[in-house]
């Protein structure tokens, strides 16, 4: 016997809150990362030169820069240097990481990352900062993170 209509209604209204409330936990829980219009990155090796990087902000977190070292530019000795981020409101830069499937996402209760000024990490780094921009490096690799706004003095 075929269910009523107002049952199935009703079925399909609550199956329809269910699977908004479970977007919406994982939304919450693994925040994507958003492709950054606002700011640009360029990654330098003293071999390879300059290219662009992708430049990312966390959904919930737009002050959490993140930016993706290209394969071309990875030091083979130091691989974990794949992402970084910039907290534009503390003006800290972090070893970041960033988990790649399904899609790119943090989840929203880990860290922001390690300090590249901490003590534990392997290399030495340098910062400079500007109003809108950060440019960090170490004897293999350089990223400068600028906002678009083009109001830099350094």
Do not use: C
């Not at 003006?91 to 590249?116: C, M, Y």
């Not at 780094?125 to 500007?130: A, F, G, N, P």
């Not at 921009?133 to 004897?139: C, D, G, Q």
């Amino acid at each position: 016997m075929p269910l009523p209509k107002k049952a199935l209604r009703i079925a399909s209204a609550l199956l329809g809150v269910l699977t908004v409330i479970a977007l919406a936990a994982a939304l919450f829980h693994f925040r994507p990362l958003i492709r950054s219009r606002a700011y640009q990155a360029t990654v330098e090796t003293p071999g390879g030169g300059a290219v662009k990087a992708a430049v990312y902000s966390m959904l919930g977190r737009p002050d959490w820069i993140f930016v993706k070292v290209p394969e071309s530019h990875r030091d083979p000795e130091r691989p974990i240097y794949r992402w970084f981020v910039w907290d534009t409101s503390t003006k800290v830069v972090s070893l970041s990481w960033v988990r790649e499937t399904p899609f790119l996402h943090r989840n929203h209760d880990q860290a922001r990352g390690i300090d590249i000024l901490d003590a534990k990490m392997e290399d030495r780094w340098r910062l400079e900062y500007s109003r809108s921009s950060v440019r960090f490096t170490n004897e293999r690799l350089t990223i400068t993170i600028q906002h678009d706004s083009g109001d830099d003095q350094h």
